[in-house]
């Protein structure tokens, strides 16, 4: 078994894409410029990658630094996220043996809670002292809080001394981040000593997902020089403007004119590879997640008749946060279907450090292939281990038991890269262009 990328199964069998068979065949160089990559970046310590397969296309469409979704991957990957757990730490370069998680404050969601005990089982096993300190408004005393499953977590309030934080009788020298900062930087963490990740600079109240898809870009496209490649086929093209008010209908000829550009943009390249399909772009709040802030849009006139209702729909994000900034990205059609139903699915891949831990499938009956997924009806998909390649019938294409899931190892990693890099501040070396799908 290949431990950067597991053996796992998908929802797709038949021959490869040209994509997917592009990568597989060019293995070895994909595996030995990612190596050379680690040797110079510390990449986060957890993410999770929204991937859409369109057959001509695979790209990813959002990259989240706190994942809450640990509940939902096969429990046959723990010895997998344990030793990545390991791995990531040892990689920091620091004694560490006391770990405090930062968790969301939403404790009435069990599902968030069922993701929380998930993480905290998988650091513990990995031999850490682990705990769980918070800032939840009336948090005076450790207060225990059960998850879906009747899993017992225990929410401790954090404390602070000079410029280090922590629990009643407990020290951690490294804080996990599992909440997104949406609502803004705590005071309390700010200017600690104790190493923090994902950094507060990386929370929903400063991070900027066109800021991280210009640096996904500069990263595709360096990665495709490498492998002969048209970055195009990975990478989803975007624009973003200035300033906008949905309510007021401020910025609206802005928004209108740069979803007809990426419009055009899209169309010629269709046209250069053949494509079918009609194409469409998201439109997203700039900033937060949860799905929250966005809508699929194929013609600019749609933006000039948006009702009261849809306007209102994108105008705030979670916690009530304003949408003042969108990304145009280019829409991805997903290709993947779910179950007997057929149903539209999106497989997401989840990484601890550079090592890519599982995954699942966002399943959604009620939505399209040129649909958001991320919505309310959505359920969840665990993939499993793929042992049909040991003993493969003498009948079948070669293709048809080769590692599919090693693709999406692939694009998550460069997702990966791309968010490592735009944790360290600096500019991406350059800005938008380039992607597309099928209903």
Known sequence: ??????????????????????????????????????????????????????????????????????????????????????????????QIDRILIFPENHTRNLYYLENLASLFEIIEKAGFEVR???????????????????????????QREGNKI????????????????????????????????????????????????????????????????????????????????????????????????LLDGIRRKYDEYGVKCEPFVMVKADSGTYGMGIMTVKSPDEISDLNRKQRTRMATVKEGQKVSKVLIQEGVYTHEKWGDENTVAEPVVYLIGHSVVGGFYRVHGERTASENLNAPGMRFEPLAFDDCCISPEKDQSPDTHANRFYTYGVIARLAMLAAAREMTGASPSTVASGSSGCD
């Open 166 to 261: 922590m629990l009643d009788g407990f020290m951690p020298e490294l804080i996990i981040l599992n909440n997104d900062l949406s609502s803004g930087r705590p005071e309390l963490l700010e200017g600690i000593e104790q190493y923090l990740t994902p950094p507060l600079s990386m929370g929903w109240s400063n991070r900027l997902k066109s800021i991280h898809f210009a640096h996904y870009k500069a990263v595709s496209e360096e990665f495709s020089r490498h492998i002969d490649l048209d970055s195009w086929l990975i990478d989803p093209m975007f624009r973003n403007c200035g300033e906008i008010d949905f309510m007021k209908r401020e910025g609206e000829s802005c928004l209108r004119k740069n979803v007809e550009a």
């Open 132 to 158: 769980i300190g918070s800032t939840l408004p009336g948090l005076d005393a450790p207060r225990i809080f059960t998850s879906a499953s009747g899993r017992e977590l225990m929410y401790e309030p954090l």
């Open 1 to 94: 078994m290949n431990q950067t990328v597991p053996h796992l199964t998908t929802a797709l069998i038949g021959p490869m894409h040209q994509v997917e068979s592009h990568l597989q065949s060019h293995m070895t160089e994909i595996e030995s410029w990612f190596r050379s990559q680690w040797m110079h970046i510390r990449e986060p310590f957890y993410t999770s990658v929204d991937i859409r397969h369109a057959g001509y296309k695979i790209a990813p469409v959002d990259t989240n630094l706190f994942p809450a979704g640990f509940n939902n991957l096969n429990p046959a990957f723990q010895p997998l996220c344990i030793q990545a757990v390991q791995l990531a730490i040892e990689r920091m370069g620091k």
